[in-house]
């Protein structure tokens, strides 16, 4: 079928197919079946893309931006599905929510990034996923507010959705604004900006002007700290300038926190640090508090006091709530699906080849916030073992290792789980630790307590954009090694099976450090290596040196 195109430029005839255009049904829904698309005939480059495999990305975050622009070009047929059609830079949300940047500044078209690739991206929303069937569930409201549901058939599929952030059963909580996306960022500026003016007009009583001039953060994490001090930056900065002067001296912010510190994750020395920071600027900081229940002028919180826990009551007029991260609808639908294999209440648990975890080996993957990596080394023990027990004729639960044996079994381990590898640097003292009956082997027992220890050691990857970041580019490596590899499978009529560890190593985290802006001062935590920067005449810089280059250090 072909379509007259008219605007500004003749385009001529341009041909689409009727499948594009009139999708069959099928699939467990009798939902209509996209396997065309109505611009896969656009160029003569993407016509040849139609046979390739399906690749088809949910999610326009870190990860699947890392992923686009890791690809190679040509390899497959790519299709993007997201309600946002933009990227956004998400560590300078907080700047901003104030007008320290301008919106635009954060955005990026994914259209623009779908094109490096020749790929397609569809405005729409994933629902489900039919594993049998490779198909993925899609739905979008049409123009007459009605939605509309049909399947994206794939031969890959990565999971990258994001999170939403975690409500942890408190009540009141759309009385609180949220700090996830671009609307959510400019709905917090218009929101201060409203209760500013508020507090200045004539009829607005001195207690509630306090009231609006309350600015509450609940969670003291990265966001809920950059966030309160980007408030206070503008509160005190800008505010001299435009409005009244005593809203300065009523205006209070609050960062409501239920662990012992602030920037839990980071150093204990960079977390007070941060504390005294705040407590010279004036930034409330409640710690061992929970919120209870966030009604519309107040909030009331429980707080440990010695040994008690005390009952408080906090007026506010603005409420920030950043309090982690929960699954969204879709994740936790595939990991219900998914059964027992999913064990994780927070994210969809992956292998360290980013593959879902029960799902089709080779076909799904998951990256960000909405996945983790599992770490279960000791579950494995007998995959590590089986060689050396078949060259010794043995059992793997009979085995004993010898020095050398145990020494190509770590090998074995740092090659599967990359994570673990700082815990296995030193493997003649391990080897001697848990021989612990000094036969100068280890037994099976001796082992599976070994690596027992390991997994007690190892952590959850961080939440972060540098981790999604890393996650993308390391699939799409994988993904452009496995297109090259393909060819000739098939050429030789082999089964190629599942080709992830067969072409590239399993997925190792880099972390590069974490920084936190807390008002006209940072702090720097990486490796162990521990910066802040501040200014010495404060006192809260008692501690700490400066060196030749004026960088600030924990003494």
Wanted: with cysteine; glycine share 8%; proline share 4%.
């Amino acid at each position: 079928m072909a379509n007259k195109a008219l605007g500004a430029q003749e385009c001529g005839d341009i041909p689409v197919s009727e499948l594009a255009l009139s999708p069959q049904k099928g699939g467990p829904k009798n939902l209509p079946i996209a396997h065309v698309l109505v611009d896969d005939e656009d160029s003569p480059q993407m016509s040849e893309q139609k046979e390739k495999p399906k690749l088809v990305i949910l999610g326009t975050g870190w990860g699947s931006v890392a992923l686009l622009k890791t690809l190679h070009p040509g390899d497959y047929h790519v299709t993007v599905v997201s309600p946002s059609n933009h990227f956004l830079f998400t560590p300078m949300l907080p700047s901003a929510t104030v007008g320290t940047l301008e919106f635009r500044s954060l955005v990026e078209p994914v259209r623009r990034i779908v094109q490096r690739v020749r790929g397609h991206f569809l405005k729409a929303e994933a629902v489900d996923v039919e594993f049998s069937d490779k198909l993925v569930e899609v739905v979008q409201t049409d123009a007459q507010g009605k939605k509309v549901h049909f399947y994206l058939p794939y031969d890959k599929l990565v999971i990258g959705v994001g999170s939403v952030t975690n409500p942890h059963g408190v009540k009141g909580l759309e009385n609180c604004n949220y700090l996830k996306s671009i609307d959510d960022a400019r709905m917090i500026r218009n929101k201060i900006l409203h209760n500013l003016e508020l507090a200045c007009l004539p009829t607005t009583s001195d207690a509630e002007r306090r009231r609006l001039l309350s600015f509450v953060v609940s969670g003291g994490g990265p966001t809920g700290v950059e966030f309160a001090a980007e408030l206070y930056d503008m509160l005190n900065e800008d505010l001299l300038h435009s409005f009244p002067k005593i809203l300065r001296n009523e205006v209070s912010v609050h960062v409501i926190q239920s662990r012992g510190h602030i920037l839990n994750t980071y150093d204990e020395a960079l977390s007070e640090y941060a504390e005294k920071r705040f407590a010279h600027d004036q930034v409330e900081v409640l710690t061992n508090a929970r919120v209870q229940e966030v009604q519309k002028d107040k909030i009331v919180f429980s707080q440990k006091d010695g040994d008690q826990v005390v009952t408080k009551e906090l007026p506010m007029g603005f409420c920030l709530w950043s309090t982690g991260v929960a699954q969204t609808d879709f994740c936790k639908k595939v990991a219900e699906k998914l059964g027992s294999a999913q064990t994780n209440r927070h994210a969809i648990e992956t292998d360290t080849h980013l593959r879902v975890i029960g799902a089709p080996m080779g076909d799904i993957y998951a990256v960000g916030d909405c996945s983790t990596v599992q770490n279960n080394i000791a579950d494995h023990i007998h995959s590590f073992l089986r060689s050396i027990a078949w060259q010794k004729g043995r059992d793997p639960q009979s085995v004993h290792l010898t020095f050398a044996d145990w020494r190509g079994v770590a090998q074995k381990v740092k090659e599967r789980f990359p994570q673990a590898t700082a815990h296995l640097k030193r493997v003649d003292r391990l080897f001697a630790e848990y021989d612990r009956d000094k036969s100068g082997t280890l037994d099976f027992g001796e082992v599976h307590e070994l690596l027992v220890q390991i997994d007690k050691k190892l952590t959850s990857l961080p939440a972060t954009a540098q981790r999604a970041n890393q996650q993308g580019q390391y699939l799409g490596r994988k993904f452009n090694k496995i297109a090259s590899a393909l060819p000739g499978l098939k050429a030789n009529e082999v089964d190629y099976g599942d080709l992830d560890e067969a072409v590239y190593k399993a997925f190792e985290y880099h972390h590069l450090g974490s920084l936190a802006y807390i008002g006209n001062a940072a702090i720097f935590d990486f490796d162990g290596l521990n910066f802040s920067e501040c200014e010495f005449e404060d006192e809260d810089c008692a501690g700490y040196g400066l060196d030749e280059e004026g960088v600030v250090w924990k003494r």
